[in-house]
């Protein structure tokens, strides 16, 4: 397990660095469209050839894994810190409020968010702000679950009523005591979080519901790489190589942890 997790660290740590150093290494624009070099083999130029287009293929691939990373990390800051929110509101406020809160919790954990976010595109157009927008507002409710479940067992303790006694308002026990212990516990469920969103950014991609043309994701050049997968398998392979590397490492970074926790619980 050691051996593998260090292989995929360094071999997902090399991708990240090399989707955001390479093109300014390269300094290729993915999007410059060369009609005289359509579909052209490897070169020196061209690592991995040109598309259809004339597009740099390796140029392209680069910037859909950087799009995919940024919206999934942005759209996972999003929905941590909303579910963070509401989950404390909802241990800390009124009685009504909490039922309110987790009644939504429980509707959006029993919908699909793949389904969500291309209903909820069905009706908008796409654009990089809006999929950041819906990843992360469907994306909230099991961070709620969790810190309202946390701090409902905090509120419990003897220091609560102690800090109330001393002319704390609920608000700063809620910010300075209660929330800062909690972030390590809704950290450890951000990687798996992570390789959701990447998943289901490429899922939309995929199923042309994601970033608008010429924007390039992961899942958008899978699409696209599908048509060509006997005369150029190298448009399909890359991004899903990448796509199944990061998710790959991410998954088991949440299940290193979890196993950590587990063991510093049972000590």
């Known amino acids: 397990m050691k051996v593998l997790y260090k292989t995929l660290f360094l071999l997902a ?78 241990a800390f406020g009124p009685a009504l409020w909490e039922r309110f809160v987790t009644g939504l919790t429980d509707l959006f954990l029993a919908v699909p968010g793949l389904l969500l976010a291309l209903l909820i595109l069905g009706f908008l157009e796409p654009s990089p702000l809006r999929i950041v927008l819906i990843l992360g507002v469907i994306s909230w409710a099991p961070y709620s679950r969790l810190t309202r479940q946390l701090l409902k067992k905090e509120i419990e303790e003897p220091f609560v009523p102690a800090l109330k006694a001393l002319g704390l308002s609920r608000s700063r026990i809620l910010r300075v005591h209660l929330l800062p212990p909690l972030f390590p516990i809704l950290l450890a469920q951000a990687p798996l979080d992570m390789a959701s969103l990447i998943l289901m950014e490429a899922g939309l ?49 949440a299940e290193r942890y979890a196993l950590k926790q587990s063991s510093r619980n049972l000590q």
């Open 205 to 253: 991609g995929f199923l042309g519901a994601g970033l608008p043309p010429p924007l390039p994701s992961w899942g958008s050049l899978i699409e696209e790489g599908r048509y060509s997968i006997i005369t150029h398998p190298e448009r399909l392979l890359l991004p899903c190589l990448g796509l199944m590397l990061l998710v790959s490492f991410l998954s088991l970074l």
């Open 13 to 90: 740590g090399a991708l990240v660095i090399l989707l955001f150093i390479l093109p300014l290494l390269r300094g290729e624009n993915p999007y410059t469209l060369r009609l005289e070099r359509i579909d052209e083999g490897s070169s020196y130029e061209f690592p991995l050839g040109t598309d259809q287009l004339g597009r740099d293929i390796l140029a392209r691939a680069t910037a859909g894994g950087r799009n995919s990373l940024l919206i999934a990390f942005t759209a996972l800051s999003l929905s941590l810190s909303l579910g963070a929110l509401l989950g404390a509101t909802a």
